[in-house]
Structure formats: structure tokens, C-alpha cells
């Protein structure tokens, strides 16, 4: 009967363990990346979020 190769064994666990860690950061990046530009989008399309005048009403100006 042949011995078990436990290195070996240990060596596929941490191989596994590694690739799933780097696609864990690939998907954080990503997000983090969509998240960003998404918030980009936002501010450029005139978002009105959090302001007191209404969309369409222009601010009064003193000049």
C-alpha cells in the first residue's frame, strides 16, 4: 500500500486557498471600482441629492 503524500495534499490546499483569496480581491476591486464610478456618474448627471432647491429651479442670484 503506498504512503499518502501529505505535502502534496497541503501544497493543493494552500494553491486552492491562495486562488480563492485573489478572485476574493478581484471582486472586492471590482466593486469598489463600479462603486466609484458609479458615484461619478451620479455627480455628473446633476444629481439634486441632499440639496434644498428643487430640480429645475434655479438658484437666486444677487447680481
Same mark, same amino acid.
Given at each position: 500500500?503506498? @504512503?499518502?503524500?501529505?505535502?502534496?495534499?497541503? #501544497?493543493? #490546499?494552500? !494553491?486552492? @486557498? @491562495?486562488?480563492?483569496?485573489? &478572485?476574493?480581491?478581484?471582486?472586492? !476591486?471590482?466593486?469598489?471600482?463600479?462603486?466609484?464610478?458609479?458615484?461619478?456618474? &451620479?455627480?455628473?448627471?446633476?444629481?439634486?441629492?441632499?440639496?434644498?432647491?428643487?430640480?429645475?429651479?434655479?438658484?437666486?442670484?444677487?447680481?
Amino acid at each position: 500500500m503506498a @504512503k499518502p503524500n501529505y505535502q502534496y495534499e497541503k #501544497r493543493q #490546499r494552500d !494553491l486552492a @486557498k @491562495k486562488k480563492k483569496q485573489e &478572485e476574493k480581491r478581484q471582486q472586492k !476591486l471590482a466593486n469598489k471600482s463600479a462603486e466609484t464610478g458609479a458615484d461619478a456618474a &451620479e455627480a455628473a448627471s446633476g444629481s439634486t441629492e441632499g440639496t434644498d432647491t428643487p430640480p429645475g429651479s434655479e438658484p437666486a442670484s444677487d447680481a
